[in-house]
């Protein structure tokens, strides 16, 4: 088992930045870690993901504004979200790939940008 531990997200106005965070308890057999965002009635999105050698994937919505990175040592992938925007506004789910039991998934955490 893999528990995740999401940061808490929050209210920021458009134009403004958040940084999410998401520690896994365990790193062994981990292919990937991102996030992945959810808008009521609407599927579960990829915003950006994270191979453990390092290949990085972003939604083209989030590209040139969303950074992901990932510290090792403390099992933790970061989203740095700069320039939000209203549509930004969603409930932002951690993901991890583990090579032999799957997807996990962390609670959600609600960002919402508004003024």
């Known amino acids: 088992q893999v528990q995740l531990v999401e940061s808490e997200g929050g209210l920021v106005q458009p134009g403004g930045s958040l940084r999410l965070s998401c520690a896994a308890s365990?790193?062994?057999?981990?292919?990937?870690m991102g996030w992945y965002r959810q808008t009521p009635g609407e599927q579960r999105e990829l915003v950006a993901t994270?191979?453990?050698?390092?290949?990085?994937a972003y939604a083209d919505s989030v590209k040139g504004r969303f950074t992901i990175s990932r510290d090792d040592a403390r099992n933790t992938v970061y989203l740095q979200m700069n320039s939000l925007k209203p549509e930004d506004t969603a409930v932002y789910y951690c993901?991890?790939?583990?090579?032999?039991?799957?997807?996990?998934w962390g609670q959600g955490t609600q960002v919402t940008v508004s003024s």
């Open positions: 993901n991890v790939e583990h090579r032999l039991r799957g997807a996990y």
């Open positions: 365990r790193s062994s057999f981990i292919i990937s």
């Open positions: 994270i191979t453990t050698d390092g290949r990085i």
